[in-house]
C-alpha cells in the first residue's frame, strides 16, 4: 500500500487581494520508504502541498490519504494521532531558545505525557543518532546552522515517525553542511524505513538524495519520476530549469535564503473571551504544528473551565505556520493581534 497518495488537490486562498490558487489538480504517490522530492521555484505551490499531507491546510478539493486512510475521514482526535506519526522539519528548524538541545527534543515527548526521566532518556539516544550527544546542555544560540538542524530533526524523530517531512531543510545551509544533513537524512531512511519527502528549490539536494521527484510550477506537478530518468530525460521546461541551474551552483538563490533567516520570532497577543475553553487550544496548537512557541507571559485565570485575561506568544523564528496557527486560534475563539513593543519576562 502506499505510504501517501495525493488525488486530484485543490488549494484555493481567498483573501482581500482576490484569489491564489496555489495547487491545481495534484495527482502523485510516494510509496514506503522513497526519498522523495518536491521541487519548483518560489511560489509554485510546494509548501502548500507538503502541508496538505498532514491536514495543516485542508485541500479545497481532492483526497488526501495516507496509508489508505483518507484524512478527510478522521476524526480531530485520530488526525492528531496521525500527525504524530509525520514528523516536519523546517528551513528556520524552529527551536526553542530559551531551552537547552536536550529539553528542545523533549519537548513533543512531553507534549505525549511521557514522564520526565523518560523523555530526557530517549531525547539523548537521539542526540546522539544525530551526532549531537556532547551537546546537550547547549542552547540553540551556541550551535552552527547545521547543529540546530540535527537538534531539529531528533525532535521531529521523538515521535517515531513513519514519515519526515522535510521544507527547505537545508535552504539556510552552506553547501557542505547541506550534504552532511542530506547524509543524516539518507542514513535516517535507510536504517528506519521512514519515508521521507524533501521539498527544495535546489536540483543539487534531489540529486544527492532522492529516488524520486516532482517538479512543480504554478501549483501543478509538471513532471513526476524516477530522479536518474528526470536528469537524463527532463520533459517540461521547468524541469530543464531547475537543472541548468543546478550547474550554475545557484549562488544567489542560496543568498537570498540567507537573508530570509535573519528574523525574530514574531509574537502576538492573544485575548481570551467568554468561549475559550482554557488549556487545550494551545497545546493542541502545538501537537498540530509539532512547532514550539513560547509562551512570554501568561495572565489568565480560569473561570468555571473558562479562560480569560491574555497571554504573549512568540512564534518560532522564520515559522511557516503563523498564518495558519492564527487562522487556527481564531477558529477556535481565540482573537490574536500581534505585538510589536518587547516583553519583559
Ligand atoms: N495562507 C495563504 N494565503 C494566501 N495565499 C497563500 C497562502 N499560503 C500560500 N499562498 C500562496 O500560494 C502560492 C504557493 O505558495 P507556497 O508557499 O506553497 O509556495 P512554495 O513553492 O513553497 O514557495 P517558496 O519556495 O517561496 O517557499 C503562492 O502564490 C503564495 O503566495
Ligand atoms: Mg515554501
Known amino acids: 500500500m502506499s505510504e501517501i497518495m495525493i488525488e486530484n488537490v485543490c488549494k484555493t486562498y481567498r483573501s482581500k487581494d482576490g484569489r491564489v490558487d496555489a495547487l491545481k489538480e495534484v495527482s502523485l504517490t510516494i510509496e514506503d520508504g522513497d526519498i522523495y522530492g518536491i521541487i519548483g521555484m518560489s511560489g509554485a505551490g510546494k509548501s502548500t502541498l507538503v502541508r496538505c499531507m498532514n491536514f495543516l491546510e485542508r485541500p479545497t478539493e481532492g483526497r488526501v490519504l495516507i496509508r489508505g486512510r483518507s484524512l478527510a475521514s478522521l476524526s ?13 522539519i523546517f528551513q528556520h528548524y524552529n527551536l526553542l531558545m530559551q ?51 540535527r537538534v531539529a530533526i531528533a525532535r521531529a524523530l521523538a515521535s517515531d ?3 519526515l ?17 542530506l547524509e543524516l537524512l539518507k ?23 532522492c529516488t524520486h521527484v516532482a517538479v512543480m510550477q504554478g501549483g501543478q506537478i509538471e513532471e513526476e519520476g524516477k530522479v536518474e530518468d528526470i536528469f537524463a530525460h527532463p520533459r517540461s521546461a521547468a524541469a530543464r530549469e531547475l537543472i541548468r541551474s543546478d550547474r550554475g551552483g545557484g549562488t544567489m538563490e542560496r543568498q537570498r535564503w540567507q537573508e530570509k533567516e535573519i528574523c525574530n520570532g514574531r509574537r502576538i497577543r492573544i485575548v481570551f473571551s467568554d468561549h475559550s475553553a482554557f488549556e ?8 498540530t504544528f509539532q512547532e514550539p512557541v513560547n509562551i512570554l507571559r501568561a495572565d489568565t485565570r480560569n473561570i468555571g473551565g473558562a479562560a480569560k485575561g491574555e497571554m504573549i506568544l512568540e512564534f518560532a523564528p522564520g515559522s511557516s505556520n503563523i498564518e495558519a496557527m492564527k487562522t487556527y ?3 477556535r475563539g481565540l482573537e490574536t493581534e500581534e505585538v510589536t513593543e518587547d516583553v519583559e519576562q
Do not use: W
Not at 114 to 139: H, T
Open 165 to 181: 517531512l522535510c521544507d527547505e531543510a537545508t535552504s539556510a545551509l552552506d553547501p557542505q553542511t547541506t550534504s552532511s544533513i
Open 76 to 88: 480531530e482526535k485520530e488526525l492528531r494521532r496521525q500527525r504524530e506519526r509525520v514528523g516536519m
Open 187 to 209: 542514513d535516517i531512511n535507510e536504517r528506519f524505513g521512514i519515508t521521507i519527502v524533501v521539498i527544495t528549490h535546489q536540483m543539487a539536494v534531489v540529486r544527492e538524495i
Open 280 to 287: 487545550p487550544v494551545i497545546a493542541n496548537m502545538i501537537l
Open 99 to 149: 531551552k537547552t538541545v536536550l529539553e528542545n527534543v523533549c519537548f513533543p515527548l512531553y507534549i505525549q505525557g511521557k514522564k520526565k526521566k523518560e523523555a530526557r532518556l530517549r531525547a539523548a539516544e537521539l542526540l546522539e543518532l544525530v551526532g549531537l550527544e556532547e551537546r546537550q546542555k547547549a542552547y540553540p544560540s551556541q550551535l552552527s546552522g547545521g547543529q540546530k538542524q
Open 329 to 331: 486560534m481564531s477558529h
Open 161 to 163: 515517525p513513519e514519515i
